[in-house]
T-cell receptor
Framework: TAGITQAPTSQILAAGRSMTLRCTQD?????MYWYRQDLGLGLRLIHY???????GKGEVPDGYSVSRANTDDFPLTLASAVPSQTSVYFC????????????????FGPGTRLTVL | GQNIDQPTEMTATEGAIVQINCTYQ??????LFWYQQHAGEAPTFLSY??LDGLEEKGRFSSFLSRSKGYSYLLLKELQMKDSASYLC??????????WGAGTKLIIKP
């Protein structure tokens, strides 16, 4: 079982360009999340989706957009990249929806290392 | 505001015991998670506490005191492979995880 896959593994992007980070899970989890991880900071939630067809904003949503057309895929798009978006991006999923269960263990993909120059 | 505090870095000796503390202030509480993250890799789940007390799982144990907003992760019989960052995360009133910055644990022979 693959679990969660992310693509690309790493990318160098020119400022002002757009990019989509891909995330696919095969565990049929309802909820999916996008985080960024920066040195010295905890994981910060960018956007989330409790179920296919719905999305929500996390702590740091500006400059990012997401869609959830089906259960398996949750792409993250940077419309016009800026250097402050240089980070490691993790996609995660869990088998629970908000209000459904207090136990929402999240499973993480391998991450995408993005550098914006 | 919401805040999770844990030490930035700790050093311990192979074979010894280490305790990593985590204190939190969040809007609501629906459980506390500990994750392990090796350098360059994704976080992986270690433990979950929602009630006060100690949860033991092999060499790892996790403790929670909700009244004190405090948890610790106890690692026994340390091995070199335990060198990693340990992340504390609290599920808040919206069931979203609020993450600490992580504690980098260095194991010396």
């Amino acid at each position: 079982t693959a679990g969660i896959t992310q693509a690309p593994t790493s990318q160098i992007l020119a400022a002002g360009r757009s990019m989509t980070l891909r995330c696919t899970q095969d565990m049929r989890h309802n909820a999916m999340y996008w985080y960024r991880q920066d040195l010295g900071l905890g994981l910060r939630l960018i956007h989330y989706s409790n179920t296919a067809g719905t999305t929500g904003k996390g702590e740091v949503p500006d400059g990012y957009s997401v869609s959830r057309a089906n259960t398996d895929d949750f792409p993250l798009t940077l419309a016009s990249a800026v250097p402050s978006q240089t980070s490691v991006y993790f996609c995660a999923s869990s088998d629970s929806e908000t209000g459904d269960s207090s136990y929402n263990e999240q499973f993480f993909g391998p991450g995408t290392r993005l550098t914006v120059l | 505001g919401q805040n999770i505090d844990q030490p930035t870095e700790m050093t311990a000796t192979e074979g010894a015991i280490v305790q990593i503390n985590c204190t939190y202030q969040t809007s609501g509480f629906n459980g506390l998670f500990w994750y392990q993250q090796h350098a360059g890799e994704a976080p992986t789940f270690l433990s979950y506490n929602v009630l006060d007390g100690l949860e033991e799982k092999g060499r790892f144990s996790s403790f929670l005191s909700r009244s004190k907003g405090y948890s610790y992760l106890l690692l026994k019989e340390l091995q070199m492979k335990d060198s990693a960052s340990y992340l504390c995360a609290v599920s808040d009133s919206n069931y979203q995880l609020i993450w600490g910055a992580g504690t980098k644990l260095i194991i010396k022979p």
